[in-house]
């Protein structure tokens, strides 16, 4: 009977454990939902969008992104004419490291 008893308790702690180590497992994710690759922008504006979970550090082309706690982004930018490829990264505190790109053209 002790022996369940201790079995127990043990796998119960490890579930937990693996519960809360979650996350830093997993690792960053990266959603993009403005822009979408290859849309037209005839005005040269875009606004980009998404969310990153789990992360220390978000770039945007190596610029710095700012998201909120809940790790949504969002911001306004104005780009010449041709095609730009927008490169995110976001990073967490172990350096682990997952990326998206987006195409978009200006008329």
Do not use: C
């Amino acid at each position: 009977m002790t022996r369940y008893l201790i079995a127990l308790v043990l796998f119960i702690l490890v579930s937990y454990g693996l519960f809360e180590a979650w996350p830093l497992i997993v690792g960053p994710s990266l959603s993009i939902e403005s822009p979408q690759n290859e849309q037209t922008y005839p005005d040269g504006i875009v606004t980009v969008k998404g969310r990153a979970l789990r992360i220390a550090m978000l770039t945007l082309d190596g610029a710095s992104v700012l998201h909120d706690k809940d790790g949504s982004f969002s911001s306004t930018l104005t780009f010449p004419r041709g095609e730009s490829i927008l490169t995110f990264v976001a990073t967490d505190r172990f350096g682990r490291r997952v990326s998206a790109t987006r195409s978009i053209f200006v008329p």
